[in-house]
T-cell receptor, first 114, second 112 residues
Framework: DTGVSQNPRHKITKRGQNVTFRCDPI?????LYWYRQTLGQGPEFLTY????????KSRLLSDRFSAERPKGSFSTLEIQRTEQGDSAMYLC????????????FGAGTRLSVL | GDSVTQMEGPVTLSEEAFLTINCTYT??????LFWYVQYPGEGLQLLLK?????DKGSNKGFEATYRKETTSFHLEKGSVQVSDSAVYFC???????????FGTGTSLTVIP
């Protein structure tokens, strides 16, 4: 069990550029979650997958955001046409279907939009 | 809607002092309650949990009791250490586990 892995750890981009983050969950976990955490706040739910199916999306997930989990293993989160307000820590978590509310978090990807 | 309200920080304590971080919740159903800890540069780690009223979660000397009558889940530790310095998040979730609702976090600094 190597834990939840996120790459890159830090991303600096210019406004208007597209960025993509990757999350590798714990291997036997079939649920995967994305959260956004801004400075001084708790994580806010964005979306979650069960296997390859995206089952729920928050209203925070604007149409510039898209998440995929094509083979039910790793997931990617893409932000198109980034804005300064997208600057945040993006956290990934995973859980098993047997204990869906015990989520294990990665260290996150910190995005800075200049 | 469902939400968690946490005591604001930052909190600074001397080593071996008693710690309490307050957490109250609002929920439409019967949630499970959690405390997560985040050390600098790391992801959130589950510290303890309670799944029903009057349950007590405990881990590493930390405790919290699920109080349905006061909708609270306060975190306590009898004697803090420097290594406990971190940000602590209270959270709730339902058994479906579809999402968590987190508080804003409380930063704790323990000085020798």
């Amino acid at each position: 069990d190597t834990g939840v892995s996120q790459n890159p750890r830090h991303k600096i981009t210019k406004r208007g550029q597209n960025v993509t983050f990757r999350c590798d969950p714990i291997s036997e976990h079939n649920r995967l979650y994305w959260y956004r955490q801004t400075l001084g706040q708790g994580p806010e739910f964005l979306t979650y997958f069960q296997n390859e199916a995206q089952l729920e999306k928050s209203r925070l997930l604007s149409d510039r955001f898209s998440a995929e989990r094509p083979k039910g293993s790793f997931s990617t989160l893409e932000i198109q046409r980034t804005e300064q307000g997208d600057s945040a820590m993006y956290l990934c978590a995973s859980s098993s279907s047997g204990s869906p509310n015990i989520q294990y978090f990665g260290a996150g990807t910190r995005l800075s939009v200049l | 809607g469902d939400s968690v309200t946490q005591m604001e920080g930052p909190v600074t304590l001397s080593e071996e002092a008693f710690l309490t971080i307050n957490c109250t919740y609002t929920a439409t159903g019967y949630p499970s309650l959690f405390w997560y800890v985040q050390y600098p540069g790391e992801g959130l780690q589950l510290l303890l949990k309670a799944t029903k009223a009057d349950d007590k979660g405990s881990n590493k000397g930390f405790e919290a009791t699920y109080r349905k009558e006061t909708t609270s889940f306060h975190l306590e530790k009898g004697s803090v250490q420097v290594s406990d310095s971190a940000v602590y998040f209270c959270a709730l979730s339902f058994l479906t586990g579809n999402q968590f609702y987190f508080g804003t976090g409380t930063s704790l600094t323990v000085i020798p």
